[in-house]
């Protein structure tokens, strides 16, 4: 029979040996805090196996599980002295996820399950809290109807504020007992008009319910969001962990919390927390309440006055701190807890590596790596690559003004500026349309996941550092400031009142996560210094990595970044650009229009000296390293009025008549421009475009070996070949470019002349390619478009289903497909370097950004991977990775 059920706490542990894909990481670790001695109330974990077969068996529940559940339920009682669903002492459990990797708010808990209404006397009599048992079970009633019937949540919060505003009480802390008692009466009513049955009094109906619905949460539209965003197969699973209940809310002697052993936005090495007294978990990262600080110094800093948990509950404090300590130790990286106080006594439920910013993620990987507990190469591996790009791009000009309107708690650091939006369809919407936006909440939950992700920053009137907005958006990457009180948020009228100031949906907002400012308008920003902690780290990485990184790039601006970041060259200058600037575009359509080749090399003329300029730029800044330039590759037609309103003007530029403009014009005009007279196929017809770039290339390399003493090593990559004899004709070209100007100026460079691997032809005759190109560089974009038959352009339109509905695992354009795609370059790279040993080869496409795709490359033993200059560092961590993974 299989083991689906293992069981902790009470001095047994069923093993799992602390395996994360059986147990989920909450089972897992509750069962690693067991088994070295902490205070975890007794319970056991249906395992990730389960939910697969609940699936499969079209979500039904074997014999043979409820067996095992049954003796769980045992395990339990025996540990604790009480029964399940006992009228006189009854055991109360919680039921709660626990996926393999964190997904913070996605799936569902119940708490407080085996209350009705004969156990909830015994509970009252047992505690001598009647006021307790009966907050306990409109809890569970409202927790019950919302995540297991999957009743109208909102008539439930209304229902309680009903009742509060009966009564003139604004906290639920001043409800009594028969205030609970009367409203666990209406919720019952409620229960019964919405699901048309009562509410299930059978504790094991209660039990069957709960896991039912945990195991279902796996598949809810905000957990699926969330697996597409953080490349989590769903095929995985979650557990369910069935664990005996402890209470927060019995009294002043009791209280909940969560809390980081590390602060998980700065990575400072300081207890990070919250925790109220008198409550359950869910109250501290609802934004119900406003949580109380953990320490002394953090409460002083805010200047905040209810008493921290180390002043309040001083011994109970001193405790957590020791298991802060342990736990760090054991798990060897920054921990997020959640634990709950039960009349004095300190109980944890939970432990997992915390979610922290890209800033925290790497201060705590060098100090840990510093103190000696972990290693430089765990410290390396410890950093999401991805999560750099919070760190590479502007922050908030400190000198410039700001029209401050109020301040909340900085929740995720990072600032941005957008228009106000009230809901996440709205945020998504707008974000793909171009806009930049702030997502405006009273409080988030995770059905605004998609908003959250598609939102520039989010701003919420409740919750505290601990939300779910706070939680999600530091994961995320995304500004965030939480708990900004003086917002009245009228999303219906579409309107934000800040004191006297009234601000609408679409109005512009600025806020700084790492402040908690809200600003009126946009505020200008400023570059980061990336020094200390991400120096130190990109430092131990380059040591490890083999793979080169280069950029794509072909502004000055864009080469100066990117060698800021530590780019080893240029891996992909895409002339074309070059050619649509303003100054030139005339003599580019004069080539284009000119009737034969004088008339050609007389525009290209007029272009040498600007292309020419351009190289020098570029080689300068680059000098001493390598730079891939691409010679022109999109079809002419490309840089020819396209609007009846512009054919006039450009035609008196390029000094033809209209008539002339439009026929050439007709000329050029392809069905399918992709698979047209582009790349080499324009060279091969008009040679002379290719020279004219040859030469500039030459005449700049020599003009910067000059002046600098360091030479560039030009790398001439012809576009689209698909033929040995192509890339033979082109070759050729620059070799008698490269010639004319070496004589002309008494000096030479080293050159190579390659091709860009992007057909799914050159992949297979890349032996006969080799034969004449001295590199391949690989370009992903295109290579993955005519190998899939993909526009990516229009894929947009039928990806996301495509990997919804399992097809590809994730996007092609974003990942690399290694199945398809990476077959070819794996073979294209194993037939060029049988012709030419020691041909160089790199991918230049998008992918070249990507740490999945990285890993492919230096399993695949290329050379370099070449990403936009603000994910070279990403990439220089990502092939640092990839290297440690193939040790």
Not at 31 to 52: Q, R
Not at 272 to 293: H, K, M, S, W
Request: net charge negative; with cysteine.
């Amino acid at each position: 029979m299989t083991q689906y059920v293992y069981r902790f706490g009470g001095g047994v542990s069923d093993g799992g040996n602390g395996d994360k894909n059986l147990l989920g990481g909450k089972g897992a670790n509750l069962d690693g805090m067991a088994s070295i001695g902490l205070p975890v109330p007794p319970g056991f974990t249906i395992s990730t196996e389960m939910c697969t077969r609940y699936y499969a068996d079209g979500q039904a529940f074997p014999d043979e599980l409820r067996a095992q559940v049954a003796a769980g339920i045992a395990h339990i009682e025996g540990v604790t002295a009480k029964r399940f669903g006992d009228a006189a002492d009854p055991l109360l459990v919680s039921v709660r996820s626990g996926a393999r990797v964190s997904m913070p708010g996605m799936m569902d808990t119940v708490l407080n399950l085996g209350l009705n209404d004969a156990t909830v006397e015994g509970l009252a009599a047992t505690s001598g809290d009647a006021r307790f048992a009966w907050d306990s079970y409109r809890r569970f009633v409202q927790m019950y109807a919302d995540v297991v019937l999957e009743l109208d949540h909102g008539a439930f919060e209304e229902a309680l504020e009903v009742a509060k505003e009966d009564r003139g009480i604004v906290l639920d802390t001043d409800m009594g007992a028969d205030d609970w008692k009367a409203l666990v009466g209406a919720y019952k009513k409620l229960v019964e008009e919405q699901w048309g049955k009562p509410f299930p009094q059978d504790v094991h109906d209660q039990l069957w319910g709960a896991v039912g619905a945990v195991f279902g949460s796996w598949q809810s539209e905000r957990a699926k969001v969330y697996r597409r965003l953080n490349d989590i197969p769903a095929s995985w699973g979650t557990a369910v962990n069935v664990q005996a209940m402890v209470f927060g809310n019995m009294g002043d002697t009791s209280a909940t919390g969560v809390a980081f052993t590390r602060d998980p936005a700065t990575g400072e090495r300081a207890y990070y927390g919250e925790f109220l007294i008198n409550a359950q978990g869910e109250d501290v990262v609802a934004g119900i309440r406003t949580p109380q600080y953990l320490t002394r110094a953090a409460r002083e800093a805010a200047n905040a006055r209810p008493l921290s948990m180390e002043e309040a509950m001083p011994e109970v404090y001193a405790e957590l701190a020791r298991v802060f300590d342990l736990l760090e130790t054991h798990y060897r990286d920054m921990q997020d807890i959640e634990f709950t106080v039960q009349q004095s006594k300190l109980w944890m439920l939970q432990t997992r590596s915390g979610k922290r910013t890209a800033k925290a993620a790497l201060k705590i990987a060098v100090d840990m790596a510093n103190e000696g507990l972990i290693t430089r190469e765990e410290a390396i591996a410890r950093v999401d690559p991805m999560a750099l790009d919070q760190l590479l791009h502007p922050t908030l000009d400190p000198s410039a003004p700001r029209d401050v309107l109020t301040k909340g708690l900085p929740a995720s650091p990072g600032a941005a500026s957008g228009e106000i939006v009230f809901d996440s369809d709205t945020a998504e919407t707008r974000s793909a349309l171009g806009a930049e936006v702030i997502l405006v909440r009273v409080e988030t939950s995770p059905e605004d996941i998609h908003g959250m992700h598609a939102a520039r920053g989010i701003l919420t009137a409740r919750g505290g550092m601990t939300s779910h907005a706070a939680v999600v958006a530091r994961g995320m990457g995304r500004p965030c400031v939480s708990g900004a009180g003086t917002l009245l948020i009228d999303a219906k009228a579409g309107t934000l009142k800040i004191g006297g100031r009234v601000l609408s949906a679409g109005d512009i907002l600025t806020i700084d996560g790492a402040t908690g400012e809200v600003m009126a308008g946009k505020v200008p920003t400023v570059q980061p210094e990336l020094a200390g902690d991400f120096g130190i780290l990109m430092g131990w990485a380059d040591e490890v990595r083999r793979l080169k990184v280069r950029a794509n790039a072909e502004t000055p601006l864009d080469c100066q970044v990117a060698r800021d970041f530590g780019a080893e060259g240029v891996g992909l200058c895409r002339t074309e650009h070059m050619f649509f600037e303003a100054g030139r575009i005339t003599a580019v359509r004069q080539m284009i229009l000119a009737e034969d080749e004088k008339g050609r090399r007389a525009a290209l003329a007029k272009l040498l000296p600007e292309q020419r300029a351009d190289f020098t730029e570029i080689f300068r800044i680059m000098a001493g390293l390598p730079v891939t330039i691409r010679l022109l590759d999109p079809p002419l037609h490309e840089f020819l009025p396209h609007a009846e309103a512009e054919f006039e003007e450009v035609a008196k530029s390029a000094e033809v008549d209209v008539a002339t403009l439009k026929r050439r014009v007709g000329e050029l005009h392809e069905f399918n421009p992709m698979l047209g007279h582009r790349g080499c196929r324009l060279g091969v017809t008009y040679p002379e475009i290719y020279e004219m770039q040859a030469r500039a290339i030459f005449e700049a390399a020599l003009a910067v070996a000059e002046s600098s003493g360091e030479a560039p090593i030009p790398e001439i990559m012809i576009p689209l070949v698909a033929t040995r004899r192509e890339l033979e004709l082109m070759k050729a070209v620059v070799d008698e470019a490269a010639k004319a100007v070496f004589a002309e100026k008494g000096a030479s460079v080293e050159y190579l002349v390659g091709t860009m691997i992007e057909l799914p032809r050159a992949a297979l005759k890349a032996g006969e390619i080799a034969e004449v190109g001295e590199f391949f560089s690989f370009g992903t974009n295109d290579l993955t478009q005519t190998t899939l038959g993909v526009s990516r352009d229009d894929a947009g339109r039928f990806l996301t289903t495509y990997v919804e509905k399992g097809i590809y695992a994730r996007d092609p354009f974003v990942t690399l497909d290694v199945e398809g795609v990476g077959e070819l370059i794996s073979l294209a790279a194993e037939r060029g370097r049988a012709t030419r040993a020691g041909i160089k080869l790199g991918i230049c496409g998008e992918h070249g950004g990507d740490p999945a795709s990285i890993a492919f490359c230096e399993a695949t033993g290329l050379d370099y991977v070449s990403a936009s200059p603000y994910r070279v560092p990403i990439a220089r961590l990502a092939a640092a990775q990839a290297a440690l993974k193939q040790r």
